[in-house]
């Protein structure tokens, strides 16, 4: 059986429900379970189809709780950038930040964690679709996660910890894990807020 044979949860289930999970169990993820979930993300577009990705799986308890506190630091520094120094500058109602808080401080827990890495600095773009494939593989095993960058402030103690070249770009770092709550439904804007028929000022409907 392939890993396509395996991801059998239909298509408008996945993408419909596949919301951001910052709540994990620590429980493991079976190997075979992750190998889908990256054989999926690499068979994602990218550019020319050079594939100028590079991932790292971490799953090593030790390097995790490294991991863990290098991200929490750098939540900080995002938010310091922001001008919110600490839990109680979070304006009520951002519940998102909050969530993205305690994923912070519960970042090291998480027991997977996969970094998209770009081959050269400023490389991005043409990567980023894998992001959402391994998401979608990820929620058809069940398993929840989110995308989560990084900040310069840890970038080279990041690149050190896992020897990654210099020359690369950590893209994402994202949490996965069997989450603590419930999937979907994901809420977004109606359709015809956010597109245009034949031109930017004429609702899709
Ligand atoms: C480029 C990008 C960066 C993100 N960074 C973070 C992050 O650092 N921490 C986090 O908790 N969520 C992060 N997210 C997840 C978004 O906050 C989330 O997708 C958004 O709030 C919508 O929520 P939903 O997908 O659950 O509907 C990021 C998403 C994207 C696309």
Redesign the pocket.
């Known amino acids: 059986m392939t890993t396509a044979d395996r991801l059998t949860m239909s298509l408008g289930e996945a993408m419909f429900t596949q919301?951001?999970i910052?709540r994990l169990k620590p429980d493991p993820i079976p190997d075979e379970v992750m190998r889908d979930i990256m054989e999926a993300a690499i068979r994602a577009p990218n550019g020319g189809n050079t594939q100028q990705w590079h991932f790292i799986v971490v799953k090593d308890a030790d390097t995790r709780k490294k991991l863990g506190e290098l991200y929490h630091e750098a939540w900080w520094a995002k938010r310091k950038d922001q001008g919110i120094m600490g839990p109680e500058d979070i304006p009520p109602g951002k519940n998102?930040t909050r969530s993205?808080m305690r994923?912070a401080n519960e970042f090291g827990d998480a027991p997977v964690m996969v970094l998209i890495c770009a081959l050269s600095r400023g490389g991005s773009g043409g990567i980023i679709p894998s992001a959402q494939n391994l998401l979608l593989a990820a929620r058809a095993h069940g398993i929840g996660g989110?995308?989560?960058?990084l900040h310069a402030v840890v970038d080279e103690r990041v690149h050190k910890l896992l020897n990654i070249p210099d020359t690369a770009e950590i893209v994402y770092c994202m949490p996965l894990g069997y989450p603590r709550g419930e999937f979907g439904p994901?809420?977004r804007k109606p359709l015809e807020e956010v597109c245009g028929l034949d031109r930017w000022d004429n609702p899709y409907k």
């Open positions: 919301r951001a910052r998102s993205a994923l989110t995308i989560a960058t994901v809420t």
